[in-house]
């Protein structure tokens, strides 16, 4: 009896050394289920990054706080964050490096240009990708089943901007400029499109790129059309130089209008106090935080956590991820094969009641106008 005894003692001391415990299997056994995120963390879009990332990371930090339990297994949730800088080689690089790490689902990327080519990258290796920003149209017409939106495309957004310039404000004339991008491009043309049929005319179309800071040449050549308003199709590091010159060009009576690439709080600092920022009507694919039966909660707890972090697309990677961890406990498994297609199923997020039309975009999304007044950004619907 004696030696057993011993040998148990050195048993229990060889565990406590070692960090171990002598619980039950049941007990010990662990899940860690890791969800990828991509967004540009580094160059002019790196706060529109941060901001996705900080809600992805909400999400984690709440999912892991309720002690998930999947496949018998206690479930413990690990964000794999990485950084595109809104370039699309960047993004297939990463979307192959997140395949490679085996993540069980993917939340992004940001930008349609970088979003468009990593969808391929994750539907050959079978992972499941929840973009929270990506807005290109063509983003769900490629034929991937496990892709998902999960806010409006730009056919809503730049026809709703369209619509507002015709009917609301009587607007004669406009004249449109875009960056090029996936997203630009495709927003401005929307907005050109339904524009005319709504029988505005398009006296000048302009191009620039997501790079550029100076826009003098184009909005002189602009201004010599006389339009009531400007379309920029592209996002807020372009459209706050954009604002300062048409100040200074005495475009200050010309509408700015932009999609939800423009639409955020950092576009006041980045206009820095152009008196133009009161013109800048824009539009974002969902419906404002303050008029959500959670929206204003979630704002507050955001804001604790991450001051003045806050721009756009934050509650949406937020949805993006809970929506994942739903699918995966409705299906009992972690596994991308297994729980993909119950994403389709949807669920009750912050933004929207969450349910998908089969090629993966969102069901009546909802639309809200803004607009800059008094230094805040204020929902004109």
Same mark, same amino acid.
């Given at each position: 009896m004696?030696?057993?005894?011993?040998?148990s003692?050195?048993?229990v001391?060889a565990?406590a050394?070692?960090?171990?415990?002598l619980a039950g299997?049941?007990a010990?056994a662990q /899940?860690?289920?890791k969800i990828?995120?991509?967004?540009?963390?580094s160059?002019?879009q790196?706060h529109?990054g941060?901001d996705?990332?900080?809600?992805a990371?909400?999400?984690?930090?709440?999912?892991?706080a309720?002690?998930?339990t999947i496949g018998?297994k /206690?479930?413990?949730?690990?964000?794999?964050?990485?950084d595109?800088?809104?370039d699309?080689? =960047?993004?297939?690089?990463v979307?192959q490096?997140?395949c490679?790490?085996?993540v069980?689902g993917?939340?992004?990327h &940001?930008?349609?240009?970088?979003?468009i080519?990593?969808a391929?990258?994750y539907?050959? +290796?079978g &992972?499941?990708?929840?973009?929270p920003?990506?807005t290109n149209?063509? &983003?769900? =017409?490629?034929?991937?089943?496990s892709v998902?939106?999960l806010?409006?495309?730009d056919?809503a957004?730049?026809a709703g901007l369209?619509n507002?310039?015709a009917?609301?404000l009587?607007l004669?004339k406009?004249?449109?400029?875009d960056?090029r991008t996936?997203?630009?491009?495709?927003?401005a043309?929307?907005?050109?499109? /339904?524009?005319?049929l709504?029988?505005?005319?398009v006296?000048?179309?302009q191009y620039t790129n997501?790079?550029?800071?100076d826009?003098?040449?184009?909005?002189t050549?602009?201004k010599?059309?006389k339009?009531?308003g400007i379309f920029?199709?592209g996002?807020d590091?372009?459209?706050?130089?954009?604002?300062?010159?048409m100040? =200074?060009l005495?475009?200050?009576?010309?509408?700015?209008?932009?999609?939800?690439?423009? +639409? /955020?709080d950092?576009?006041?600092?980045l206009?820095?106090?152009?008196?133009?920022?009161a013109?800048?009507v +824009?539009?974002?694919?969902?419906a404002?935080?303050d008029?959500?039966p959670?929206?204003k909660?979630w704002r507050a707890?955001y804001?604790?956590?991450?001051?003045g972090q806050?721009q756009?697309?934050?509650p949406?990677?937020?949805?993006?991820?809970?929506?994942?961890?739903?699918a995966?406990k409705?299906?009992?498994s972690?596994?991308?094969?297994?729980y993909a297609a119950?994403l389709a199923d949807?669920f009750?997020?912050v933004t929207?009641?969450v349910?998908?039309?089969?090629?993966g975009d969102?069901?009546n999304?909802?639309?809200?106008?803004?607009?800059?007044?008094?230094g805040?950004?204020?929902a004109l619907n």
């Amino acid at each position: 009896m004696k030696i057993r005894f011993a040998h148990s003692l050195n048993v229990v001391a060889a565990a406590a050394a070692l960090g171990l415990t002598l619980a039950g299997p049941a007990a010990q056994a662990q /899940t860690v289920v890791k969800i990828g995120h991509v967004a540009p963390i580094s160059g002019p879009q790196a706060h529109y990054g941060r901001d996705n990332e900080n809600g992805a990371r909400l999400a984690i930090e709440e999912l892991n706080a309720q002690g998930l339990t999947i496949g018998g297994k /206690t479930v413990k949730f690990e964000l794999l964050a990485e950084d595109d800088a809104a370039d699309p080689k =960047q993004g297939t690089a990463v979307a192959q490096k997140l395949c490679d790490a085996k993540v069980n689902g993917v939340v992004g990327h &940001l930008n349609s240009g970088t979003t468009i080519p990593a969808a391929k990258v994750y539907a050959q +290796c079978g &992972l499941p990708m929840v973009t929270p920003s990506a807005t290109n149209p063509e &983003l769900t =017409q490629l034929g991937y089943k496990s892709v998902y939106r999960l806010l409006a495309n730009d056919n809503a957004l730049g026809a709703g901007l369209a619509n507002y310039a015709a009917h609301t404000l009587k607007l004669k004339k406009v004249a449109i400029i875009d960056d090029r991008t996936a997203y630009g491009q495709g927003v401005a043309e929307v907005f050109a499109k /339904t524009a005319k049929l709504l029988g505005l005319e398009v006296v000048s179309q302009q191009y620039t790129n997501d790079k550029a800071v100076d826009f003098s040449a184009i909005l002189t050549s602009i201004k010599s059309k006389k339009p009531d308003g400007i379309f920029f199709g592209g996002m807020d590091p372009q459209a706050g130089p954009m604002l300062r010159q048409m100040q =200074q060009l005495g475009l200050n009576k010309a509408y700015l209008f932009g999609g939800d690439g423009i +639409c /955020t709080d950092k576009l006041m600092d980045l206009s820095s106090g152009a008196k133009t920022l009161a013109n800048v009507v +824009c539009a974002v694919g969902g419906a404002s935080l303050d008029k959500l039966p959670n929206g204003k909660a979630w704002r507050a707890k955001y804001d604790a956590k991450f001051p003045g972090q806050f721009q756009v697309y934050s509650p949406y990677t937020y949805d993006a991820t809970m929506l994942l961890a739903d699918a995966m406990k409705r299906a009992n498994s972690v596994d991308p094969k297994v729980y993909a297609a119950k994403l389709a199923d949807g669920f009750q997020g912050v933004t929207a009641k969450v349910a998908f039309e089969p090629n993966g975009d969102l069901k009546n999304p909802a639309m809200t106008l803004y607009a800059y007044k008094d230094g805040k950004k204020v929902a004109l619907n």
